[in-house]
Nanobody, 119 residues
């Protein structure tokens, strides 16, 4: 089994910044892709950003230029630096990891961390 533990959410004013972290632990051979998703009240979960083991990144259009995803391979940890936050960024942010356990790739989710952008 694999556990994902997120941290770093909270309340911030518009224009502010937050940094989310997600650490994976457990039976891990490698993690080809890690990412962040978010879900606002009444809306579907949506992709925010992903990063491969090789460092290739992708972003939702709504966060390009404001958010930066990065990872520490040695710590099985992924980060999301969020700058110039807007009220519409308010959501529960979930970490996702596609974990390779020798022969099988399994998708795991964290429990989520609340990000609230409000004055």
């Amino acid at each position: 089994q694999v556990q994902l533990v997120e941290s770093g959410g909270g309340l911030v004013q518009p224009g502010g910044s937050l940094r989310l972290s997600c650490a994976a632990s457990g039976r891990i051979f490698s993690i080809p892709v890690m990412g962040w998703y978010r879900q606002a009240p009444g809306k579907q979960r949506e992709l925010v950003a992903t990063i491969t083991k090789g460092g290739a990144t992708s972003y939702a259009d709504s966060v390009k230029g404001r958010f930066t995803i990065s990872r520490d391979i040695t710590k099985n940890t992924v980060y999301l630096q969020m700058n110039s936050l807007k009220p519409e960024d308010t959501a529960v942010y979930y970490c996702n990891a596609n974990v390779l356990d020798m022969t099988t790739v399994t998708s795991y989710w964290g429990r989520g961390t609340q990000v609230t952008v409000s004055s």
